[in-house]
C-alpha cells in the first residue's frame, strides 16, 4: 500500500485539472502509472478530502488577513486587478 503524499496529490490534482471527469478507479490507475504506488479508494478519498479542507482553510484564512490588513491600514488605495 502507498501513501498518498503532498507531492503525489499535487500531481493528482493536475491531472485531474486536464481530465476533470475521472472515477476513483482511474485516479488510482494514474498513482499506479505514475508513481508506481497503490493507493485503496478510502485512503484516495480522504486524501482529496483533505486537500478541499485545506483550500478552504486557506481561503478562509486570506480573507480574515484582508479584514485585518483593511482595518490597520484604512487608508490604502487598492488597485484595480
Known amino acids: 500500500m502507498g501513501v498518498v ?6 500531481a493528482l490534482c493536475e491531472h ?4 476533470s471527469r475521472l472515477y476513483q478507479s482511474e485516479m488510482i490507475a494514474f498513482l499506479w502509472d505514475e ?5 485503496t479508494a478510502s485512503s484516495l478519498g480522504r486524501a482529496l478530502v ?8 486557506f481561503a478562509e ?21
Open 61 to 81: 484564512y486570506h480573507k480574515e488577513g484582508m479584514q485585518i490588513y483593511d482595518t490597520l491600514v484604512p487608508n490604502f488605495k487598492k488597485v484595480p486587478a
Open 50 to 57: 483533505y486537500m478541499v479542507g485545506r483550500k478552504r482553510q
Open 35 to 39: 508513481f508506481e504506488i497503490f493507493v
Open 16 to 19: 485531474f485539472m486536464e481530465k
Open 5 to 10: 503524499t503532498p507531492p503525489i496529490l499535487n
